[in-house]
């Protein structure tokens, strides 16, 4: 039986494409396709009404903000807290002030003071939010937290990008409150802070993931690398990859396929297309990305807004080799990381990790 349109809508484009390769009717197919169609061209003209309107309420320096409270807008509505409503709203609102205020702290403190900071906000972001990285919640503040380092602002923009903070927790705590409110009743926060154990997997991907985009932000600040966020979002997508693992070598290919065919079909679209289609190829990226369900296609879908960006400011040509050139040194770092990460934490942290480490050394991997 065909579900109800409003149902197919919500659903990931994932697992209508499993629908779609479950039916033997060809209506029925097209009934899921139409869906996936619909589904991305409302969420494009919703996030580019959504944007707008805060863009121009509070600034277009907030711009990043905005985006970033869309995205919790439409994570939130699916994926909670694993605690109670009242402990989720005021960790919510700890989010936003980290969100707000860590980015501006680190473009005006001394290199030195870098990792702690990025270290300790980027941490507790992780803590508060992903109990269970499976769900992507990880993933979502990772990219917030990446992107709006990448676009501090300071004085009266922070004042607005402080208020718009405000609207975005009205927003997604009701949204929270909601849809959530009557889950994990019995669960309190510091319910989860008792079972800190640095030793399961979940709390030794937060570390690692904490620690690794850390150095990696701090390097591109510290040595002034132009986009350095870019180097951040490479670095975060192979440590992001859970269950946890020291193998990240197949999403170190595969961010790197992506990245460079997305840009160099931006390249070959902005070149052959008319000078007014160019501001229509980020949302074309957008509209690509809601039929996506491969993580090559997908990196390769977003590389298209980015690179609308990044071509106002240093050029077409420029931006798309900084943006493999960026995506290249944070998978490269990443994918050390990860490998120096996971032996250290075979000896110190998963005695059970131990004969893994020795079966790849024998030439007999059993990590995936």
Not at 56 to 81: Q, Y
Request: proline share 4%; with cysteine; aromatic share 12%.
């Amino acid at each position: 039986m065909t579900m109800r349109f409003y149902d197919a809508l919500q659903m990931d484009p994932s697992i209508l494409k499993r629908k779609i390769a479950a039916c033997d009717a060809n209506d029925e197919k097209a009934y899921y396709w139409i869906a996936m169609a619909v589904r991305s061209i409302l969420i494009v003209a919703f996030a580019i009404v959504f944007i707008s309107l805060l863009s121009s309420a509070f600034g277009s320096e907030n711009t990043p903000l905005a985006v970033v409270i869309f995205c919790m807008m439409l994570g939130i509505r699916f994926v909670n807290f694993e605690y109670c409503i009242g402990d989720s709203l005021v960790t919510l609102a700890a989010v936003l002030a980290i969100l707000v205020l860590a980015p501006s702290a680190a473009a005006v403190l001394p290199t030195i003071f870098l990792i702690p900071l990025h270290f300790a906000s980027f941490f507790a972001l992780l803590y508060m939010t992903t109990q269970r990285p499976e769900m992507g919640n990880g993933g979502l503040y990772s990219f917030a937290y990446i992107y709006l380092t990448g676009n501090p602002v300071h004085g009266e923009a922070l004042i607005h990008r402080s208020l718009l903070a405000l609207v975005g927790y009205l927003i997604c705590g009701a949204i929270l409150f909601a849809k959530h409110r009557d889950q994990h009743k019995n669960t309190r926060f510091y319910h989860v802070m008792r079972k800190f154990d640095l030793s399961s997997p979940v709390r030794l991907w937060q570390l690692r993931m904490a620690l690794g985009v850390s150095l990696v932000l701090t390097a591109g600040q510290a040595f002034g690398v132009e986009r350095f966020m870019w180097m951040g979002f490479a670095c975060a997508s192979l440590l992001s990859e859970y269950p946890y693992s020291g193998n990240t070598s197949v999403r170190f290919c595969q961010r790197i396929i992506g990245a460079v065919a997305g840009s160099c079909a931006f390249l070959a679209l902005y070149l052959i297309t008319p000078e007014a289609f160019h501001p229509l190829m980020g949302p074309l990226g957008g509209l690509c990305l809601g039929f996506c369900t491969d993580y090559r296609y997908k990196t390769a879908m977003n590389c298209f807004g980015a690179l609308m960006l990044g071509t106002g400011i240093y050029g077409l040509q420029e931006a798309v080799i900084l943006r493999i050139v960026d995506t290249f040194l944070g998978v490269a770092f990443g994918l050390v990381f990860a490998a120096a990460f996971h032996r250290l934490a075979a000896v110190r942290f998963l005695p059970s990790l131990k004969s893994e480490l020795s079966d790849q050394e024998s030439g007999e991997s059993l990590i995936p």
